[in-house]
Nanobody, 119 residues
C-alpha cells in the first residue's frame, strides 16, 4: 500500500507559476512510475507528466517546455513545476504511483489538489 499526498495547488494568474508536491509513504525506488494527471470539469483525467524510478520523464504535448517533473528520493517526493500557466491548465491535479510487484501491477492515487489559472 502506497499513500500519496498532494499539495501546492491554488489560484494563480495566467503566466504565473506553481509547484505541486506529491509525498509518497513508500521509498520512491519501490515505485516504478510516478505521474501527475489532471482532470477538468466534464473531462476525462489525462496524463500531464510522469517520471520513472530511473529518472526518465515524459510529458503531454500541451505542457512540454512549461512543466517539469522531478523527484527528491531523500524526501520520497515528486514535484511538478508549472510555469507559464494558462487558463486551460485549470483542473484538479492528481498524483499517481504504479508499483510492479510479483508479476502484478498496483496503482495508487492521491486525493488531488485544485489548480485554478485565472485573472
Amino acid at each position: 500500500q502506497v499513500q500519496l499526498v498532494e499539495s501546492g495547488g491554488g489560484l494563480v494568474q495566467p503566466g504565473g507559476s506553481l509547484r505541486l508536491s506529491c509525498a509518497a509513504s513508500a521509498n520512491l525506488f519501490s515505485i516504478n512510475t510516478v505521474g501527475w494527471y489532471h482532470q477538468a470539469p466534464g473531462k476525462q483525467r489525462e496524463l500531464v507528466a510522469a517520471i520513472t524510478k530511473r529518472g526518465s520523464a515524459d510529458y503531454a504535448d500541451s505542457v512540454k517546455g512549461r512543466f517539469t517533473i522531478s523527484r527528491d528520493n531523500a524526501r520520497n517526493t515528486v514535484y511538478l513545476q508549472m510555469n507559464s500557466l494558462k487558463p486551460e491548465d485549470t483542473a484538479v491535479y492528481y498524483c499517481n504511483a504504479v508499483v510492479l510487484w510479483d508479476g502484478a501491477e498496483y496503482t495508487y492515487w492521491g486525493q488531488g489538489t485544485q489548480v485554478t489559472v485565472s485573472s
